[in-house]
């Protein structure tokens, strides 16, 4: 069966300070990866995606994610964040079928970002 | 330009009632999903559709839930006998191409069913 697991329900980080959350996923077929973060009251917003090619993607905000293969991660990172930065992160993972086509996504249970000043 | 949207944001129903929730996808998109996100959970993938049909409705939790998207842009999701448990945050998202392609999401409409 397919999984995402993001292993830290939350994460506290001092403002400045660098960020690495982590995203692994077990997928029978070819993944295609995205980060998505969704503020209180508001709609889940796309922050990368991962297709294929440059298994380093870079996204909105100043974030950063790497894809390997090998680890069946896609970990998300930042040199250094913000206080507008907490929130809830999560990743999600389809699959590309070999013959064409691909399905709904599934996602994490997300990492909730803390900020500290 | 808009965004995905749905209606109601919030809907407070009685148990065994049924409900329909609506989304208006973002103009042109031929890629539909509907979500569900549970409190404290990632969404949970329903049904997705690429035009008129349904390509993949696997995620459906059960036959009391139905969705339908008649000519291929407004999508409607149903309920039928609604549980206490159906009680969630449904999302809605659009993409421009067939899946895989980014998609889109909407605010949600919050569903209570009391």
């Known amino acids: 069966a397919q999984s995402v697991t993001q292993p830290d329900i939350h994460i506290t980080v001092s403002e400045g300070a660098s960020l690495e959350l982590r995203c692994n996923y077990s997928?029978?077929?070819?993944?295609?990866l995205f980060w998505y973060v969704q503020s209180p009251g508001q709609g889940l917003q796309l922050l990368l995606k991962?297709?294929?090619?440059?298994?380093l993607v870079q996204g909105i905000k100043g974030f950063e994610a790497e894809f390997k293969r090998s680890q069946s991660s896609f970990n998300l990172r930042k040199p250094s964040v913000h206080w507008s930065d907490a929130a809830e992160y999560f990743c999600?993972?389809?699959?590309?079928?070999?013959?064409?086509?691909?399905?709904?996504?599934?996602f994490g249970k997300g990492t909730h970002l803390i900020i500290q000043p | 330009g808009a965004g995905v949207s749905q209606t109601p944001s919030n809907k407070v129903t009685e148990k065994g009632k049924y409900v329909e929730l609506r989304c208006d996808p973002i103009?042109?998109?031929?890629?539909l999903y509907w979500y569900r996100q549970s409190l404290g959970q990632g969404p949970e993938f329903l049904i997705y559709?690429?035009?008129?049909?349904?390509?993949?409705d696997s995620g459906l939790p059960n036959d009391r839930f139905f969705a339908v998207r008649p000519e291929g842009s407004v999508s409607t999701l149903k309920i039928q006998r609604t549980e206490r448990g159906d009680s969630a945050v449904y999302l809605c998202?659009?993409?421009?191409?067939?899946?895989?392609?980014?998609?889109?999401f909407g605010p949600g409409t919050r569903l209570t069913v009391l």
């Open positions: 997928y029978g077929a070819t993944p295609y």
């Open positions: 103009s042109g998109h031929t890629a």
């Open positions: 998202a659009s993409s421009l191409l067939p899946s895989p392609d980014t998609q889109y």
């Open positions: 559709f690429q035009g008129t049909g349904a390509a993949d």
């Open positions: 999600a993972v389809g699959a590309m079928y070999s013959g064409g086509g691909a399905d709904g996504l599934t």
């Open positions: 991962y297709f294929s090619g440059d298994t």
